[in-house]
T-cell receptor
């Protein structure tokens, strides 16, 4: 079945550091890929997405490129801020996988220190 | 702009009690979902509904029932609560399935079964 693997953390960085959160996936079809962010006590919000190979999703300084050859969708940001502290989820949707809905990774807790 | 609204936000149940989590969306979306979130497990799909009048099982449906009351509302029922159902529950919706489409999440319902 479909699966998403991401580094679990917690990942602790200093403000203005470069961020990479790795995400790899397994899917039976041609999935769409997503990054969601969850701030404390809140639901998940879409951060960015890519629907086909080589697409780059970007939002709020975050970027991720859909790499079919390495089945990866790594999240990057050039200079993180304290306000970026949150839990980040990589996810996929796979119409060839049968069920509707997203398959999520376990989440990466990001802590940014001033 | 309410988006996805779920109630209650917090609930404590005794083992064996029943309860219903309510969810409504005001975005005229066709697809609705119920997920549970557990530490170290990410989010897992319980049930989904592709359209009014249809429901399908997700990854972890045992112990739950759902009703798609109309296009706006999708409820989740625990008939006989168990401690293993202690979790955070999220309702979500999308315009038409998850493939390439953004899924919008509610703020979550914290359920404790004692």
């Amino acid at each position: 079945g479909d699966s998403v693997t991401q580094m679990e953390g917690p990942v602790t960085l200093s403000e203005e550091a470069f961020l990479t959160i790795n995400c790899t996936y397994t899917a039976t079809g041609y999935p769409s890929l997503f990054w969601y962010v969850q701030y404390p006590g809140e639901g998940l919000q879409l951060l960015l997405k890519a629907t086909k190979a080589d697409d780059k999703g970007s939002n709020k300084g975050f970027e991720a490129t859909y790499r079919k050859e390495t089945t990866s969708f790594h999240l990057e940001k050039g200079s993180v801020q304290v306000s970026d502290s949150a839990v980040y989820f990589c996810a996929l949707s796979d119409p060839g996988g049968g069920a509707d809905g997203l398959t999520f990774g376990k989440g990466t807790h990001l802590i940014i220190q001033p | 702009n309410a988006g996805v609204t779920q109630t209650p936000k917090f609930q404590v149940l005794k083992t064996g009690q029943s309860m219903t989590l309510q969810c409504a969306q005001d975005m005229n979306h066709n697809s609705m979902y119920w997920y549970r979130q557990d530490p170290g497990m990410g989010l897992r799909l319980i049930y989904y509904s592709a359209s009014e009048g249809t429901t399908d099982k997700g990854e972890v449906p045992n112990g739950y029932n759902v009703s798609r009351l109309n296009k706006r509302e999708f409820s989740l029922r625990l008939e006989s609560a168990a401690p293993s159902q202690t979790s955070v529950y999220f309702c979500a919706s999308s315009e038409r399935g998850s493939s390439g489409n953004t899924i919008y999440f509610g703020e979550g319902s914290w359920l404790t079964v004692v």
